[in-house]
């Protein structure tokens, strides 16, 4: 059963950069839609940044041109760079495909404060 695996969560100062990886366990996946979310304490998931087979790539107002999200099919790994970070962006980022169709991984934890 294909299983993401999330990493490169961390604490970083407001303004700082994180990357985080998505890696699947199971079986290989196509890096095509595929998607970052994140839920942070009190709120529901949401999609912060997606990415088709076309490698077209889509991202709420709320990360635009903060975070990229990138993936590499010899890898069967898919990033998600974020640059700018707020305190608000502290959530736990998870990967799944776009929909979610897989069980989700356990998450990376992205905590920005100072």
């Not at 366990?25 to 942070?40: C, D, L, V």
Request: hydrophobic share 25%; proline share 7%; charged share 15%.
């Amino acid at each position: 059963q294909v299983q993401p695996v999330e990493s490169g969560g961390g604490l970083v100062q407001p303004g700082g950069s994180l990357s985080l990886s998505c890696a699947t366990s199971g079986r290989r996946f196509s890096i095509g839609g595929m998607g970052w979310y994140r839920q942070a304490p009190g709120k529901q998931r949401e999609l912060v940044a997606r990415i088709s087979s076309g490698g077209t790539t889509n991202y709420p107002d709320s990360v635009k041109g903060r975070f990229t999200i990138s993936g590499d099919n010899a890898k069967n790994t898919v990033y998600l760079q974020m640059n700018s970070l707020k305190p608000e962006d502290t959530a736990v980022y998870y990967c799944n495909t776009y929909p979610p169709t897989v069980p989700w991984g356990q998450g990376t934890q992205v905590t920005v404060s100072s």
